[in-house]
């Protein structure tokens, strides 16, 4: 189950179709596709998945989805468990993309690190993970999926 902060509770075939009409509304327009994880933990580990549809220069549109783990103290393991959760859901957009016409339509995942901080040793590894499986990667300060959307539902 997805919410969209417009539409509300949605299935993934309906966040499917809403985002192919979002697309093809306004098809002058290049459209970004990006998906990030962020997580914060409390009593359990709250982690939340990001799609965002970026109209470039006209706004965006994003749909996310929330799970709740057993408290995840290791931030190595969050980290790539994150990097996991994005990877998967790229994985089933690119194949309805690939199976419906959109090829075009590049996936951008946007990792929860960055050059400053306690993640900066894992930044190799985790571009390493995403590219070889296809995607383009991103890290913070560009990593607005993850840091920005993603990490504003984990609150």
């Given amino acids: 189950m997805f919410i969209s902060p417009t539409l509300g509770k949605m299935s993934w075939e309906e966040v499917l ?6 697309i093809t509304s306004a098809r002058d327009y290049h459209h970004k596709l ?4 962020d997580s914060q933990v409390k009593d359990d580990t709250c982690l939340v998945t ?4 970026h109209r470039v220069g006209k706004g965006a549109r994003y749909y996310y989805r929330k799970k709740y783990q057993r408290k995840i103290l290791s931030l190595r393991q969050r980290i790539f468990y994150e990097a996991a959760l994005s990877l998967e859901l790229a994985g089933k957009l690119a194949e309805y993309l690939n199976a419906n016409g959109y090829r075009n339509l590049n996936v951008e995942i946007h ?3 960055g050059e400053n901080g ?5 930044i190799r590894e985790l571009v390493g ?10 890290i913070k300060p560009y990593a607005c999926g ?3 959307v993603a990490d504003k539902h984990t609150k």
């Fill in 17 to 22: 179709e809403d985002l192919v009409t979002y």
């Fill in 34 to 37: 990006i998906i990030g994880t």
């Fill in 50 to 53: 990001a799609l965002v549809v």
């Fill in 111 to 113: 990792l929860d690190v």
């Fill in 118 to 122: 306690d993640t900066k040793d894992m």
């Fill in 129 to 138: 993970m995403v590219t070889g499986s296809g995607f383009d990667a991103k």
């Fill in 146 to 148: 993850a840091s920005k």
